[in-house]
């Protein structure tokens, strides 16, 4: 059956086969029966609770609590094996209630934005391929920085402890090419990028996916070493390109411009196939 949250703040779609009461497992409120959906599949953009991925984050043996967290980066520490929950199999599902400025959709140049260091961008170029295997990415840029162990997205930004009532505060680390496009889990294809920011991301890797005979030129202007400005996300043809420029601070994108994005993506692909 078709479920949604009735917390105001969240409400999240779901889907399941199952008649127990279910929790939202965003905001743990107990789900309420969606009466405008009767089809008996899960619907795009509900999170099917019959599947195991449903019950991320819980990524390790363990699960952490959140609840008394300071937010101090020392308290953050023995917390620092924790990795953000995988873009959902419905990435729509991510969206914020708030919506990002329209011109966002528009944006074309990265003129304008400040505190760039151009010594630490980081640029992948690769055709679309099959899905990659994925790592702990956590564990991949611990690795990376600090020669040994594990360190978040969160923790590299200097910004606090996971924030789950608002998820569209944290950093995560970006795939600058989609797992789901064969960009590898690596510290080359990683930027730390707000939440929101990887989600206009998975807007257009949805849409990507598949398609061969198309490249992906994503370069991330950062302020130091890992910590992106701005994203710029180009998609090359054989005989043209168009670019999609992401602020990684993004902090606001509702499914409405989740849909803006996707659309001017396929225009783009339906007029250079």
Not at 20 to 27: A, D, E, H, P, W
Not at 159 to 167: A, I, K, T
Not at 182 to 202: D, E, F, I, K
């Amino acid at each position: 059956m078709h479920l949604i949250c009735p917390n105001k703040n969240c409400g999240r779609l779901y889907f399941s086969s199952s008649t127990s009461r279910q929790r939202c497992r965003r905001c743990n409120t107990f789900l309420v029966r969606n009466t405008s959906r009767w089809s008996q599949k899960p619907s795009i953009g509900e999170i099917d609770l019959d599947l195991n991925t449903a019950n991320r984050p819980k990524r390790h043996s363990t699960r952490i609590d959140f609840s008394g967290m300071d937010g101090s980066i020392d308290n953050l520490k023995k917390d620092s094996s924790f990795e953000p929950p995988a873009r959902h199999h419905s990435p729509i599902a991510r969206c914020t209630g708030a919506s990002a400025n329209s011109a966002l959709w528009k944006m074309t140049t990265t003129n304008g934005f400040t505190g760039i260091n151009h010594n630490e961008t980081k640029q992948q170029r690769e055709p679309v391929k099959g899905k990659a295997g994925r790592k702990n990415t956590n564990s991949v840029m611990g690795v990376a920085i600090y020669k040994k162990g594990t360190v978040s997205a969160n923790q590299w930004a200097k910004n606090g402890s996971w924030n789950r009532s608002q998820p569209w505060k944290n950093y995560e680390w970006c795939h600058l090419i989609g797992d789901c496009l064969g960009g590898p889990t690596s510290a080359a294809n990683l930027v730390a990028a707000r939440y929101c920011a990887n989600t206009y991301m998975a807007a257009l890797e949805v849409i990507l996916a598949g398609k061969t005979k198309y490249k992906v030129d994503v370069k991330a202007l950062c302020s130091r070493q890992h910590l992106g400005v701005v994203i710029d996300y180009r998609v090359v043809a054989s005989k043209t390109w168009t670019n999609f420029v992401i602020p990684a601070g993004l902090m606001a994108f509702s499914r409405s411009d989740f849909q803006a994005v996707q659309k001017r993506l396929k225009s783009w692909l339906n007029k250079n196939r």
